[in-house]
């Protein structure tokens, strides 16, 4: 069965720290998505990055990286140089070919970024 | 380009009520899929409406129902409200069905928060 686990409920950073994010998917599907969502206080769940599970580069969008581990079916994301603005609960998120692509959530993990 | 907009985003019924809540797409999408976010169950998948017709649907009860309209704008439906309803609804468009599958990936509202009293 489909399942996202994000064992990190809460994690603390100082500013201009670096912080990673970690997320440990289950699918016995071969195509699939892997999404890093953001929700910050006003509710709107914002994307941030996106893998394909045919794709073997990591990618680097700014301060975000995202770290894709097929072997043990991590998908880990990486804040750089963070910021308070980046104060929120994160989202990890599977879809794949046999549920209709329907977005599966991981429980979230909130980050709090102290000056 | 306007975001993806559900109205109301407060809402306050009584058990036993019904309650419609509103998504508006962003232009272009065609996609409108809800999502009910509570502390206990987290993120759980609603239903996904593609072109007027109701492609995938979650594991909820009937009470929970909903429709799209030609414009792609999307309705939810929740009858005989109960406590455990109270929870924050959103809703998220996409170009084409599903969500990363084809391209795409989703872009949410900013919910629609419902009390339950």
């Known amino acids: 069965a489909q399942k996202v686990t994000q064992a990190q409920t809460e994690i603390s950073v100082v500013e201009k720290g670096d912080v990673t994010l970690d997320c440990v998917y289950e699918?016995?599907?071969?195509?699939?998505?892997l999404f890093w969502y953001k929700q910050p206080p006003s509710g709107e769940l914002v994307f941030l990055i996106r893998r394909n599970s045919f794709d073997e580069q990591n990618e680097i969008s700014g301060r975000y990286s995202r770290n894709f581990q097929k072997s043990t079916s991590s998908f880990n994301f990486t804040i750089t140089a963070s910021q308070v603005v980046d104060s929120a609960v994160y989202f990890c998120?599977?879809?794949?070919?046999?549920?209709?692509?329907?977005?599966?959530f991981g429980s979230g993990t909130r980050l709090l970024v102290r000056p | 380009k306007a975001g993806v907009t559900q109205t109301p985003r407060y809402l306050i019924k009584t058990r036993g009520q019904q309650v419609t809540l509103s998504c508006s797409p962003i232009?272009?999408?065609?996609?409108v899929s809800w999502y009910q976010q509570t502390p206990g169950q987290g993120l759980q998948f609603l239903f996904e409406?593609?072109?007027?017709?109701?492609?995938n649907k979650g594991n909820f009860p009937g009470r929970f129902s909903g429709r799209q309209f030609s414009n792609s704008r999307s309705e939810m439906n929740v009858s005989t409200l109960e406590l455990g309803d109270s929870a924050l609804y959103l809703c998220a468009s996409s170009l084409g069905l599903g969500t990363g599958g084809y391209g795409t990936e989703a872009f949410f509202g900013q919910g629609t928060r419902l009390t339950v009293v």
């Open positions: 232009s272009g999408h065609r996609s």
């Open positions: 699918t016995r599907d071969t195509t699939y998505y």
């Open positions: 998120a599977l879809s794949e070919a046999g549920s209709s692509y329907k977005l599966i």
């Open positions: 409406y593609f072109s007027e017709t109701q492609r």
